[in-house]
């Protein structure tokens, strides 16, 4: 008998070894719940722990706890569904939530206050777009700067589609088109320059300068140069009407062919109707004797005295050139011979 050992040892001997077995807590027993009560009722006034179960398996007798369930006791333990919230981080959540309404109110009542106000309309406005919600630092190019998942990361570019489509359908017309690429020129002063006056401007002045051009080359150009391209000109309008082939019935032909006069024609004596030298082009009357010839053949005015008052390079100039051909006409006789 341990225990009656136990006490003579301390008797005689005043040892005594300490008591192996731990003393065993009674528990509370809770009266039978109510059968309208639901769930799991457990009787414990401490918690439980691992080494209380641990000596519990031990020494199960009836001092243990004692667990009574009410009807639905099987439907608890069958659910699969957690019934346990998360407090400390949706309490954060909320906090900061709350904090960002209470920036987004603020912001929001500023910019009523500034329009009320009526401020410049020169201040800087702030745009709201479609990402206007969403927090975080972005770039000049409109991306999210820093880490991103692949859902903002479609978002993103989804949203910047549909920015793009709708700027096209908003500058679709062609009027609004023009006008939104329409670029604004400034003077040193400010003021608005209008390009298409200026434009026409400059055209109005290019124009003027060609024309001026124009009646200089006029103006170097004598009356018979300006005469001979009018009569050209009314050739070419006359040449529209006539055929291709031209014979003896051909009288403008015949005439013009019969006014030429040729200083060496043999038959010129024969001609019994001929015609004085008349008039010149300009319609001044000619001078009717003998004059030096000239490279342009042109005759002297019916004033000249006959004095010839030039230098003598036309005389020369003549000579030289038939210098020349019987030099040439010469050297080929002498070949052949």
């Given amino acids: 008998m341990p225990s009656s050992l136990a006490d003579y040892l301390a008797k005689n001997y005043l040892t005594a070894d300490p008591n192996t077995e731990r003393p065993k807590k009674k528990r509370k027993k809770t009266k039978t719940a109510d059968s309208a009560n639901e769930g799991l009722i457990i009787a414990d006034d401490d918690p439980p722990d691992l080494r209380t179960q641990a000596s519990n398996f031990g020494n199960d007798d009836e001092d243990g706890p004692s667990i009574e369930t009410s009807g639905r006791s099987a439907e608890f333990r069958r659910t699969k569904k957690s019934n346990w919230k998360v407090v400390g981080a949706s ?141 050209r000109k009314q050739q070419l309008e006359d040449v529209r009407a006539m055929p291709v082939a031209r014979g003896i019935e051909d009288d403008s032909l015949n005439d013009e062919l019969k006014s030429q006069q040729r200083w060496n024609d043999p038959a010129a004596q024969f001609l019994t109707n001929t015609k004085g030298p008349g008039k010149s082009v300009t319609g001044r009357p000619l001078y009717r004797g003998a004059f030096q010839p000239n490279r342009y053949g042109i005759r002297p005015g019916h004033r000249w005295d006959g004095v010839d008052r030039s230098t003598g390079f036309e005389k020369d100039w003549f000579g030289a050139r038939n210098r020349k051909g019987r030099l040439e006409a010469l050297d080929y006789q002498w070949q052949m011979d």
Wanted: no cysteine; charged share 40%.
């Fill in 91 to 231: 309490a954060a959540n909320d906090a900061e939530k709350d904090a960002a309404d209470a920036i987004l109110a603020s912001a929001a009542a500023e910019n009523a206050a500034r329009r009320d106000a009526g401020e410049d309309e020169d201040a800087p406005a702030v745009a709201e777009g479609e990402d206007d919600d969403e927090d975080g630092m972005r770039m000049e190019s409109g991306a999210r700067a820093g880490l991103q998942t692949a859902e903002q990361t479609a978002a993103m570019v989804a949203a910047q589609e549909r920015r793009k489509k709708a700027e096209a359908a908003k500058y679709k017309d062609s009027s609004q088109a023009d006008q939104a690429q329409e670029t604004i020129y400034r003077d040193a002063s400010g003021r608005i320059i209008n390009v298409a006056m200026k434009r026409a401007e400059a055209r109005r002045a290019e124009e003027e300068k060609k024309e001026k051009e124009e009646q200089a080359k006029e103006a170097l150009m004598g009356d018979v140069q300006r005469q001979q391209r009018v009569d």
